[in-house]
């Protein structure tokens, strides 16, 4: 009878340690996983004109006879950086389409689980969506600035009524602008695509990002150009060496509060702007405004270029 007792006492006792050994293993596999660092968020902002064989507005408007053709090259570019970016383990990646009516994008091209940001207006313009919690933001296509003589399609923000906009007193680039406007979320620039002079521009304030140059300006309509498909492998070679030293990254921060300066190319809009006690006339075809952050100097910005009174619906 003992013997027995001594057996079912010791089958009891093995079968309270394996319980309590899976137990255990249970806890620390939790614990693994709840350390687990969550997936790489990922910003990709893309314009057109930097984009491979881009010169003119043939490419760039709905209206364009080759326009069709160059929104699948800008959607292919795209594709570029978003496969590297998914290769370097971007669990989610936003897309913005910062060209134009804002609605360039083939989206049923991209991957099911990419978000395209589309239109206009929207707060944070052609960063809309990002926030501190993405890890990296990259530029696709962009372009030089509007005070630069060179570059092709060479703007900011208005080529039709912009001649210069500036950040703190110095005349910036879209990208510019937009790495600034990510640095205050925390967020880093770590690639641009372009023609060379875009490309120099930008490094020449950001430091030593990734680039790559997608054609040669050789005038603000003319260009030595890549091919298509020749740009979309830069683009994946180039994203992929930025997402390969993330960590040598720092935002781009400005000095607050911002003073935002914009040039117009006729005299009345700074005129009536200057009616607004928010806004300085500096001279007869610039206003200045100062806001508290990027977010206030963006929303500023965003209505001087989006309103008008003749606005429907």
């Not at 003589?149 to 906009?165: D, E, L, M, Q």
């Not at 490309?199 to 030593?208: A, F, M, Q, V």
Request: aromatic share 8%; hydrophobic share 40%.
């Amino acid at each position: 009878m003992r013997s027995r007792l001594r057996i079912a006492l010791g089958l009891f006792v093995c079968a309270a340690l394996s319980i309590g050994i899976a137990a255990a293993r249970n806890i620390s596999a939790q614990t693994s996983s709840d350390k687990t660092p969550p997936k790489m968020k990922v910003y990709i902002s893309v314009d057109m004109e930097g984009v491979a064989g881009t010169v003119t507005i043939d490419q760039l408007s709905p209206n364009g006879f080759e326009y069709g053709r160059f929104r699948k090259f800008m959607t292919d570019e795209t594709l570029a950086a978003i496969r590297a970016a998914k290769e370097a383990g971007a669990g989610e990646i936003v897309v913005s389409d910062s060209h134009g009516n804002g609605e360039n994008l083939l989206i049923e091209d991209f991957p099911a689980d990419v978000r395209i940001v589309r239109s206009w207006p929207r707060h944070g313009g052609m960063m809309a969506g990002i926030d501190s919690t993405f890890n990296a933001a990259l530029f696709v296509g962009y372009h030089a600035s509007t005070t630069n003589p060179k570059g092709v399609r060479a703007h900011t923000f208005s080529s039709a009524h912009y001649s210069r906009v500036a950040l703190n007193g110095v005349a910036v680039t879209e990208g510019e602008y937009n790495a600034a406007y990510a640095g205050a979320k925390g967020v880093p620039v770590i690639f641009v695509s372009g023609d060379d002079v875009a490309t120099e521009e930008i490094k020449s304030r950001l430091g030593d990002i990734e680039t790559v140059v997608t054609k040669k300006a050789l005038g603000f309509h003319s260009a030595e150009t890549l091919t298509p498909a020749a740009s979309c492998d830069k683009i994946y070679a180039g994203a992929k060496a930025a997402f390969a030293r993330l960590h040598d990254f720092k935002p781009y921060v400005i000095k607050t509060p911002v003073t935002l300066e914009i040039t117009f190319k006729n005299y009345t809009p700074a005129e009536l702007l200057s009616y607004l006690r928010s806004v300085q006339r500096v001279d007869s075809h610039t206003i200045r405004f100062v806001g508290k952050d990027m977010d206030e100097i963006d929303d500023f910005e965003e209505f001087v270029g989006n309103y008008g009174a003749d606005l429907t619906p």
